[in-house]
């Protein structure tokens, strides 16, 4: 029985991918790495030559394009099925209405003070308790 589970878990476990060859995978990520890096260099090079919107525009486009370009890899694709998995996920999840957030809310609230007070009493005696202690002359 416990193998028959574990059998449809490795089935089912990961949704097949086209994977790319290594090198193209490579490649694609040196490409992302080269985006990147003329964004933040072109940004400082032309900084004297065009004015911030024009930088800004040109930092937006090849920040982009090294985000597509991160996205189409192997890795990317994974990423992207597993944000894709999480939406469906979170979309599943029981949120609490008004009251039940605000009840929950006060009841946080009321131990955090309940807690800080019983520490704060706890504190004050050792406090007392070692001034008295070190005040003793023998």
Do not use: C, H
């Not at 996920?89 to 609490?96: I, T």
């Amino acid at each position: 029985m416990a193998t028959e589970i574990v059998e449809k878990k490795k089935n089912a476990a990961e949704p097949s991918f086209e994977g790319k060859s290594k090198k193209l995978n490579i490649f694609l990520w040196v490409l992302v790495v080269i985006f990147f890096t003329a964004a933040a260099v072109g940004n400082i090079y032309f900084e004297k030559r065009f004015s911030l919107p024009i930088r800004v525009i040109g930092v937006t486009v090849a920040v982009l394009i090294a985000l597509g370009l991160a996205a189409i890899t192997n890795q990317g694709n994974k990423f992207l099925t597993f944000f894709k998995e999480a939406k469906v996920e979170a979309r599943k999840v029981v949120w609490p209405n008004r009251q039940e957030a605000r009840q929950t809310t006060l009841i946080v609230v009321a131990v955090t003070v309940i807690t800080s007070l019983f520490f704060w009493a706890i504190d004050s005696i050792i406090v007392s308790v070692i001034n008295f202690l070190t005040d003793l002359r023998f």
